[in-house]
């Protein structure tokens, strides 16, 4: 199958068949493709070629780059089966929602399109007769992109149709997991800028498949005046200071410890459905994934039971077959489950669910059955992000405690409450509310549309990705001041005569 769907989004065999590095599916390890590993000097060549497209494509009118967006959109419409299928091969995602992650990609090329024709400044009224004053913004230079495993397409289309638009060239270090996705997104990119044809420069956009030092030598190069990196907390506390050292830009969108705060009076069937899709779906691997739930104590009892059962009916298989819960990335993600479920028990904690499943079918695929833990406080377990399907589960007699709860953890990125309390519901999004980049009502934390800005605050990094006004950080802000006068008023009435 692998050979198929690459064949049909352009990826030759040399790309993917020739190589030390091993790939694997997560679905039962076995090997998907062989490629090389470049060092640091490769990427410097790299870095110096994406300077070279930077040049030219900065120079193409930002409609017409629209335009090349708008052909790579065509091609992932077109390629939205093959590409969705390839995504659930190398990251083990269901198809569903690898069909879901493409179309994240289409959503943002159309909205890239729309805001190729809206890189508009202000314009700022001046203290200083005959004067004016504007902003304008500028492409930026190569953007360098760092991205994870879970997410394998869609975090690279919202910077690049983004960085596109506003006439940069780009530089993606993918996850050394997910190479394939990879290359399959820079041949369809490819197939568009030949459509597009001559205006589009060589290089423009370009795949870095390499190891740490390769990734570290994209974050410290001046060149890159930007790096936008999706991650673990940890690879963000390496990335974030080197790029700060030579004073470039980053975007970070690191780890999420996500809750949901369950009211009495929120509608519980809908509640339940959507602890399901956040919490198990996708094996616990968004970094928007569910992992705290903080239920009212009057209905913590009937909410857990109707969990369970929820739970235990969960198909859990090869993603590509129907199923609705896929595999663990690898046997060590598997081994963080397993060691947090046993700290959780020693600790007091009852858990239910988490075991290993199919391993007799599977025996390098690490399937589990998502896990709910009921917890008697918030403690460092719970604060810690552990990257699979552990839902925790505790409970609040008043709502500032829980919305207390729901803030005391140090990542920031997603939260929701289920209410129907309008108070409970509006203090929620309030100042004094949620403290993380997202927060939703009667919706579950994961699962966000492209149209707004997607990131969040403390240890998720600050940066924010997609839609709303995001495409600012791929641009230059300049401000300009023109004086159209026969006159030099200096401003705050200065005189220097
Ligand atoms: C991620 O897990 O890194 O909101 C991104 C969501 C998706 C994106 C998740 N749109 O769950």
Redesign the pocket.
Known sequence: MIDTVMQRLGVTESQYRQGDFIVTTPTDGSEIGRIKLEGADAVDARIARAEQAFKQWSQVPAPRRGELVRLFGEQLRRHKQDLGALVTLECGKILQEGL??VQ?MIDICDLAVGQSRQLFGLTIASERPGHHMRESWHPLGPIGLIT?F??PV??WAWNSALALVCGNSLLWKPSEKTPLCALACQALLERAIEEFGDEAPQDLSQVILGDHEAGERLVDDPRVPLISA?GSTRMGREVAPRVATRFGRSIL?LG?NNAMILAPSADLDMAVRAILF?AAG?AG?????LRRLIVHESIRDEVVERLKKAYANIRIGDPMEGYLVGPLIDGQAYEQMQSALERASKQGGSVFGGERQLADAYPNGYYVSPAIVEVKEQDDLVRHETFAPILYVMSYSDFEDALAMNNDVPQGL?SCVFTTDVREAETFVSDQGSDCG?ANINIG??????GGA?GGEKETGGGRE?GSDVWKSYMRRQTNTVNYSRELPLAQGIKFD
């Open positions: 879901g992650e994240e994870a879970n997410f869609a975090p999706t969108e999420g956040s996708t691997q968004r970094c928007t994934s997603s997202i934390p994961s699962g966000a549309e492209i997607f997609s």
